[in-house]
């Protein structure tokens, strides 16, 4: 595709991943002021976050084939999950009557252990994030049908966006964290958020001008050899990965306290690992086999690498 093309779409990814992070902060914050702050609530929370990403992505996929302007939609979805933000604060209010009427009047505050409550929390949390997030996860295969036009710039190029996009998440949490949250409170917050979703979509829809209709799938192309293993070891990864990020709040609790502050210095160290480790990926995938040595070393190094950070 025209560079101006893909420079635009990759600009448009960045403020996407900033605008994310914003809402993921912010919602975790407002959130925490209804299932508390503890360490069982902050994973609820980012549960349903991820799940709605992986949900949005997974049904983005299967209708792939069938998107002729990936931009364009981009662009709608954006637009979207601004709409959307907008009826989270009305759903987690009815969310606290309810738990008011559920939990309230008891003579002891639910312990954060309990199971009904943790299901609560969960059930909640998901029901409340799962439209916005599944927006969310959507967009990224939209970008991807856009960007790549050939099997050997697959590596490349969705690493990049990958990479951009987490760049922007970083800035998202620290400014949320850091500036945002203390001097707007979290409607202000949110406000930002939703305006950058705005813009997001003007840019993407001007841009969805100067698309081209992607290439299909060449024919024969669903039958190609796939690596069985794949699947289910990214899966236990990806359980790793955030198992870790849950167990390093809780570590950053215990040295500054459970604040915003700490929830975003977590994150955001999180998201510069990722954002780096994926720039400097991304030229290495160029065939399977270098692909799969690569994934085997990153694995071991994330075992040793977090030993040595514990």
Known sequence: MA??????????????????????????????????????AVAMVLAAYMGGLAAGSAVAA?????????????????????LCAFAVP??????????????????????????????????????????????MGATLPLLIRSVVDRDEVVGSRV????????????FGTVVAGFVLLPTLGLRGTLWVAVATNGLVFVLAALV???????????????????????LPTILLSGFVSFGYEVLWFKLLVHLVGASVHAFSTMLASFLIGIALGSTLASPLARDRRTATRGFAVAQIGVALASAFAY
């Open 3 to 40: 560079r101006g093309v893909l420079a635009a779409v990759s600009g448009c990814f960045l403020l996407s991943g900033f605008a994310a992070l914003i809402y993921q902060t912010a919602w975790t914050r407002e959130f925490a002021f209804v299932f508390g702050t503890s360490e069982q």
């Open 62 to 82: 299967r209708f792939l084939h069938r998107v002729t302007r990936p931009v364009l939609w981009y662009a709608i979805l954006e637009g979207a999950i601004a």
């Open 90 to 135: 009305e759903a987690l209010t009815l969310s606290t009557r309810l738990y008011v009427a559920v939990f309230g009047g008891q003579p002891m505050p639910p312990d954060a252990g309990d199971g009904v409550l943790t299901l609560y929390t969960l059930v909640a949390s998901m029901g409340i994030l799962l439209v916005p997030t599944a927006l």
């Open 159 to 170: 690493g990049f966006l990958y990479a951009i996009n987490t760049l922007g998440a970083v």
């Open 208 to 230: 969805a001008r100067a698309e081209r209709t992607p290439p299909r799938p060449a024919p024969g192309a669903e039958s190609r050899p796939r690596a069985s293993w794949i």
